[in-house]
């Protein structure tokens, strides 16, 4: 195993199907590797703050792996050799074989695309300008949400992007930081007809309830399977200088144009709502 796998200890009866398939790990490595990858996290703090970006209130900067194997700065950090190891078939294998069974499950159609044989296309680090010439594309990306000048939520209930087939977040919230908010929430739906609006945010949130809220600590994270109903949120944040640092783990698919599902939009159901009025 490797030292920096952040799924080391993951345990089987911590995985949970509803509302969507997920897990968390609680303390993912030892105090001693935590304490390197928090130590060597400022390295991507200073970077952010050179950005005119991060003057902005609360938002989230990352930099993916492409773009990170690109700079000098941070190949003799701890970091370097964690991206490697989380852009790696060994650790693609891993997280596959944790979600396998829901995979195979929610998305049949996708089954042959695990087919390794002879396949030299079969995964890559995330490279949009080639990511269609691969059956699975992997990033990891280390990131920030800026200060909070005025209270306010990165992002409400939504779904991820349809390419995505499993997402992942690392967080590392400093000892400093008594700041409350920041976590993830994960919603579950009271009805079927939820539907969203913009990127992929839900518009009648009034349809939804909270089901579980993982807490934004250090040492702490969450992996989830990506799905029409894989709809979480983040609470807001207060008012504060702290900066609030995860890393972003994706495994995603362009082989299906549409994705691996369709996002309905408010004018959808009201076509099917139409259609039935006149049936």
């Not at 796998?5 to 089987?12: E, G, P, T, V």
């Not at 490279?127 to 200060?147: E, H, R, S």
């Amino acid at each position: 195993m490797h030292k920096l796998d952040i799924l080391q200890n993951f345990k089987r009866q911590n995985y949970k199907l509803y509302p969507f398939p997920h897990f968390e790990i609680i303390n993912a490595y030892n105090e001693r590797t935590y304490e390197q990858l928090d130590k060597d996290y400022n390295l991507f703090i200073d970077y952010f703050k050179k950005k005119e970006e991060f003057k902005k209130n609360n938002i989230r900067m990352q930099i993916c792996a492409k773009d990170f194997f690109e700079l000098n700065i941070f190949k003799n950090s701890i970091w370097f050799d964690f991206i490697k190891y989380h852009t790696s078939i060994e650790f693609f294998d891993k997280i596959i074989d944790i979600f396998f069974k829901d995979i195979i499950k929610t998305y049949p159609k996708i089954e042959k695309l695990f087919n390794k044989l002879n396949n030299n296309q079969f995964l890559s680090i995330r490279d949009l300008n080639n990511a269609k010439d691969y059956n699975f594309v992997i990033d990891c990306q280390p990131g920030i949400n800026t200060p909070c000048i005025t209270e306010k939520t990165v992002r409400g209930p939504h779904v991820d992007n349809p390419v995505e087939l499993i997402g992942g977040l690392f967080y590392l919230k400093k000892d400093e930081d008594i700041n409350l908010g920041g976590d993830l929430v994960i919603h579950k739906k009271n009805s079927k007809r939820i539907y969203f609006e913009g990127k992929a945010e839900v518009k009648n949130i009034n349809y939804l309830s909270k089901y579980k809220v993982f807490k934004y600590q250090k040492n702490h994270a969450v992996f989830f399977l990506n799905t029409i109903s894989s709809i979480h949120s983040i609470t807001p944040r207060k008012v504060t200088n702290n900066i609030r640092c995860l890393t972003n783990i994706v495994v995603e698919t362009y082989k299906n144009n549409c994705g691996l599902f369709k996002i309905p939009r408010k004018n959808f159901f009201a076509r099917i709502l139409n259609l039935t009025k006149l049936g």
